[in-house]
């Protein structure tokens, strides 16, 4: 999951982003609500993580501009605030979820994670097709039922691919998807990954479509 | 209870009825008067009428005397003598005294005979020898007046229930508008500062439902700055603890040794900031009991600011301080703690705002009655000019350490000293300069 933390203090968005980062997410940080608006308009996201007090702003006012644009990434509150009606509008506003600080980081990752299979349209928190099955609260993964051992980048790069089987992902997409702002990028990144997946799953599972990216298959 | 609806109606029915009685009175005057003189002239035609019967009819004395007392709706109301000039009694007629009804020779008099006051008119007949009085019982004629009066009193008496029962409906139709605003305010929830609705309500109530609007409107933005107040409290309190939760659990969390450092070192960077906001908050608290009121001295404000900037923790950045001259004569007698604290936090302000090889310039103000200090940050945006020194207030130009407590600490130290902070950006937009008024009393001894 790639999702974007927009948090002004410089302490707790740096735990955020290394707390979601162990929970396999690829996270990227703004500390303002203009910062927040340029992110928003140039990269996909699959969750936002957005503090409700912002220095140049309230937390608020992004989420409603996100909810004008139409933009249905889905969002969590994270705010000090936690009176009833604080929720509440913060609910109404498009809101998806809501944390009170301070939260439990792995209350936090799993609410993160819910937001993001509801905005990706499934219901189930694992993700199985061809016999593989994936868990990400906990990062593990089995084939036909035997363990599997993936690092973090393999397992977004599956858990991508297995997010609607049979779709056909670009390199760009996983690209976005594995690396956040400012990290390096290898040009066969994904190819490497790729590679290592089809060592461990069998060459089978996922197929090239030249020009286009990858899928996984759907049929047996 | 008083109600004003009472009290209107007392009053409306108090000035009616003194009103009513005024006019019965002035009718009472005037219809007296005339009165007298309509009798008066009576009194004149009938002794004239009586003089020339007699003068016609010569000694037939008692018809003519008779035929002056016309018996209409006062009854037997004239009296008629006709005396002899010297003074028998010729004729009189049934309702007449025996006794002269006057002694004057000739027009009108007044008399009082047996208890009895008369108006009398007389003509002297010299060619018949004769003298021709006419009289009129007094008593009778205020009978008249009286009369009069009660026809008109006892209709007024009789009215006046219906009057009181049309004021009193009246007046509860007519005091129904603030009826309404007393249902509406009672209505309503307590915290619900909407203001009243003034385009129907009468001018008499303007003044009333504007005075309560305002009040409405105060109530409503104290309020409001509660809970702006609580809201940055809120935050700055619970974000650090919500820093430290979060590194404290990846600490645990994590395998590698490095994001294990890390995350201890953001620990303790945490603590330190939290550390850091308790003593603020303490600092204003004690501020605000008025625990932090000790001795006075004599606090020479150069010196002060020196010891300042050599404890100032180094912030990494290259800024020159400077301190005017003339501040190491500027003395004055203050709680030096409390001024420390105060020129402290203006002090670190302005260096965290300074920019790399900026300068933070500590001078006395020209009228000779400040300490300021100015910085060549960014300033601050002229609308959070006002709010800075609200507790927990943190503008759009913050920085990593602050907690929007040190400018409110500032401001509470030198209220405490009958003084005030003053913030304003420096012309051209160099940054900020923030001066120190101080009172008058504890101005500068040389």
């Known amino acids: 999951m790639r999702i974007l933390i927009i948090e002004d203090d410089q302490v707790l968005a740096a735990g955020l982003k290394v707390g979601l980062g162990l929970a396999g997410m690829t996270v990227d940080l703004v500390g303002s609500c203009a910062q927040a608006g340029e992110a928003l308009a140039t990269t996909a996201f699959d969750a936002v993580v957005l503090d409700l007090m912002l220095p140049d702003g309230s937390g608020l006012d992004v989420l409603r501009g996100m909810r004008q644009r139409k933009d249905r990434t889905p969002v969590l509150l994270l705010t000090a605030l936690d009176e009833v009606a604080d929720r509440v509008k913060g609910l109404d506003l498009g809101a998806d979820d809501y944390c009170g600080k301070p939260f439990d980081l792995d209350e936090l990752a799993a609410r993160v994670r819910a937001i993001g299979r509801r905005g990706g349209g499934r219901a189930a928190p694992c993700l199985t097709a061809a016999g593989i099955a994936l868990e990400p609260s906990t990062l593990s993964a089995t084939l036909n039922g035997q363990p599997l051992a993936l690092s973090r980048r393999e397992f977004a790069v599956l858990a991508l691919l297995m997010e609607h089987p049979g779709a056909i992902r670009s390199k760009g997409e996983i690209e976005d998807r594995l690396y956040g702002w400012g990290e390096e990028v290898e040009s066969n990144a994904v190819e490497v990954h790729v590679h290592h997946l089809r060592a461990k799953l069998g060459r089978e599972k996922i197929e090239t479509v030249r020009g286009l990216g990858y899928r996984v298959q759907v049929a047996p | ?446």
């Not at chain 2, 600092?283 to 004599?298: D, F, H, N, P, V």
């Not at chain 2, 009228?367 to 006002?386: F, K, L, N, T, Y």
């Not at chain 2, 020194?389 to 405490?416: D, S």
Request: include cysteine; charge should be neutral.
């Open chain 2, 1 to 446: 209870m008083s109600s004003l609806r009472r009290r209107l109606f007392a009053i409306l029915v108090a000035a009616t009825g003194i009103i009513w009685l005024c006019g019965i009175l002035w009718i009472f005057v005037g219809a007296k008067a005339e009165l007298e003189h309509v009798l008066d002239t009576r009194l004149q035609e009938a002794a004239r009428m009586v003089d020339s019967l007699v003068a016609q009819n010569g000694p037939a004395f008692a018809a003519a005397a008779s035929a002056a007392a016309t018996p209409e709706r006062y009854q037997r109301q004239l009296s008629c003598q006709i005396w002899s000039l010297d003074g028998r009694l010729l004729a009189r007629s049934g309702s007449a005294p025996d006794v002269s009804l006057s002694d004057h020779a000739a027009g009108f008099s007044d008399r009082r005979i047996q208890g009895e006051y008369w108006r009398v008119y007389t003509i002297d007949n010299p060619a018949k020898g004769v003298r021709v009085l006419i009289g009129d019982r007094l008593g009778q004629r205020d009978q008249l007046a009286v009369d009069l009066v009660k026809g008109l009193s006892i209709p007024a008496i009789l009215m006046l229930p219906l009057l009181g029962g049309l004021l009193w409906l009246s007046l509860g139709r007519g005091l129904r508008p603030l009826l309404a605003m007393a249902v509406e305010l009672k209505a309503r929830e307590a915290d619900d500062m909407r203001p009243l609705q003034t385009q129907h309500a009468p001018a008499e109530l303007l003044p009333l439902a504007a005075a309560l609007n305002n009040l409405f409107a105060k109530v409503e933005t104290a309020r409001r700055h509660e809970r702006d107040v609580t809201a940055f409290a809120a935050h700055e309190l619970r974000t650090p603890l919500a820093g430290l939760k979060t590194h404290a659990q990846i600490a645990m969390a994590a395998g590698d040794p490095g994001v294990r450092q890390e995350a201890l070192r953001h620990i303790l960077l945490s603590v330190d900031r939290a550390t850091r906001l308790v003593r603020q908050l303490l600092t204003l608290a004690k501020l605000e009991s008025g625990l932090a009121a000790g001795q006075s001295e004599r606090v020479c404000v150069g010196d002060l600011i020196e010891e300042i900037g050599a404890a100032a923790q180094p912030s990494g950045k290259d800024v020159a301080v400077r301190i005017d001259p003339a501040l190491r004569d500027f003395t004055l007698t203050a709680n030096r703690d409390s001024l420390a604290i105060a020129l402290r936090n203006l002090h670190e302000n302005a260096l965290q705002h300074s920019p790399e090889g900026g300068a933070v310039v500590w001078n006395v103000t020209p009228d000779g009655r400040g300490i300021g200090v100015e910085d060549e940050g960014p300033g601050m945006p002229p609308e959070e000019i006002s709010q800075a020194t609200q507790r927990f207030f943190r503008g759009k130009r913050q920085t990593p350490t602050g907690c929007g407590l040190g400018l409110a600490i500032v401001e509470a130290v030198l209220r405490e000293m009958g003084g005030r902070l003053v913030l304003e950006n420096r012309e051209g937009g160099q940054g900020l300069r923030a001066i120190a008024v101080l009172p008058p009393a504890t101005s500068p001894c040389p």
